[in-house]
């Protein structure tokens, strides 16, 4: 039986965890599907292709990060990527699927909870499900069978360090 688990909150790591996870189920035989939401730019976890074959990547975003309100192409692009996965999450293609940074599209009103909600509800029992990203609606939390919050507690980005390669991104 798979579960749905939920990494949030303001702390780095939400992605840098589902992407373990992903590699820990791929060395274990599994087939894992990560969809990206709102996530269009080169991150060097986009080349876990190139070394695991049983991990498929695909990004349903633009090249920028959403830091104001949404386009009609963020939608488009949003919708498209939900309706990808939920074939996958309903017939059971692959034996996980992360929806990496879903929380965030929910918040910006890319995807609606309804939506996600629903999908959970018809998905193929078998499938794990790992939803990743800051915001995520309390009918989420609820519904899931894990929940991490990742808190932050010290960054380095206070004291004027950027995202470094391999690291960040």
């Given at each position: 039986m798979g579960?749905?688990h ?6 780095k790591?939400?992605?840098t965890?589902a992407?373990?996870?992903a590699?820990?189920?791929a ?6 599907f990560?969809g990206?939401?709102?996530?269009g730019m080169k991150y ?5 292709v ?8 695909e990004?349903?975003?633009r090249?920028?990060?959403i ?10 692009l949003a919708?498209k990527?939900f309706?990808?996965v ?10 996980m699927v992360?929806?990496?940074?879903l929380n ?5 009103g890319l ?8 999908l959970?509800e ?15 609606p309390n009918?989420?939390l ?28």
């Amino acid at each position: 039986m798979g579960f749905v688990h939920v990494y949030t909150g303001n702390g780095k790591g939400k992605t840098t965890a589902a992407f373990g996870q992903a590699l820990r189920a791929a060395c274990a035989g599994m087939n894992v599907f990560i969809g990206q939401f709102i996530k269009g730019m080169k991150y060097s976890e986009l080349d876990v292709v190139k070394y695991v074959h049983n991990i498929t990547v695909e990004q349903f975003g633009r090249d920028c990060f959403i830091r104001r309100n949404p386009d009609k192409i963020d939608i488009e692009l949003a919708q498209k990527g939900f309706e990808k996965v939920k074939e996958f999450i309903q017939n059971g293609t692959y034996d996980m699927v992360i929806l990496d940074e879903l929380n965030v599209a929910i918040y910006y009103g890319l995807i609606q909870v309804s939506q996600v909600l629903e999908l959970l509800e018809k998905r193929n029992q078998n499938v794990e499900i790992i939803i990743t990203g800051r915001y995520a609606p309390n009918e989420l939390l609820e519904y899931a069978d894990l929940v991490t919050e990742m808190r932050e507690v010290k960054h380095y980005y206070t004291k004027g360090i950027m995202a470094r390669k391999g690291i960040e991104f």
